[in-house]
């Protein structure tokens, strides 16, 4: 998957599509993600966004192209077997285990380093007791990571909503991944919030060396954190540069606000 020396991207979607009955809900979209590199993807209400992030994950099947994560191709993999792989997402609704405590909802999420078995789950054997003190350390190391220190026994749902917002990436870092797709991240925060989300994010794509995609509405968040923003209407990819770029192109604005004429009808 590499051009004359040129490094793998952390995914690379390639004419990527999906058909309802006779509806091109996404159609030939094209997106390269570097190591550590944060693109935004952004469109009016029902360009695709979401669906977008459904088709990487797994929850939709392309009916055309393909997506690689390191070079692996996804195509045909289930949710699951996407996220053992290495690519982890939020959610617009926030779906978290509200009853549980914030730990338990990070260590529900590192499932996959489980090696202990039934048998020393039962018993509460000595190598299931130092699995969990493991497991709890990494946790609470991910619950700094997201400034939720000192509420790991709270149950999680009783949380303000922009720690549970916190919360669901905390989760989504205990799956180990290489790619974390933000959905609306920012949806129903306020400055403070928004700006504390920003640098949590930033710090997470640095330290862990963590590939992003962000949806999001919030436009000065945007032009604020993304390198390069992809814009999408209709299910199709209309724009691809820097924020600058895409600050400025004439078939964003438009797409945002209508034509000029159209604008001046209804004025």
Partial sequence: MTDQGKETPVLMAQNLGIQFGGLKAVDGFDLEI???????LIGPNGAGKTTV????????????????????????????QIVEAGIARTFQNIRLFKKMSVIDNVKAAMNSRFSYGLVHA???TPRYWKQEAMLSR????????????????????????GEQRRLEIARALA???????????????????????LEIINYIRKEF???VLLIEHDMSLVMKICQRIKVLDFG????????EEIANNQKVIEAYLGKEEEVTEHA
């Fill in 209 to 211: 060396k963590i590939s």
């Fill in 175 to 197: 799956t180990d991944m290489k790619l974390l797709l933000l959905d609306e991240p920012a949806a129903g925060m306020n400055p403070t919030e928004t700006e504390e989300l």
């Fill in 122 to 124: 039962v018993f509460r």
């Fill in 34 to 40: 570097g190591q550590s590199e944060l693109v935004g």
């Fill in 236 to 243: 199709t990819s209309i724009a691809f540069g820097t924020p």
């Fill in 53 to 80: 992030f459904n088709l990487i994950t797994g929850v939709y099947k392309p009916t055309e192209g393909s997506f690689y994560l390191n070079g692996q191709r996804m195509n045909g993999k289930n949710t699951y």
């Fill in 138 to 161: 990494q946790a609470k190391e991910l619950l700094k990571v997201v400034h939720l220190s000192g509420k790991e026994d709270w149950e999680a749902g009783n949380l303000p909503y």
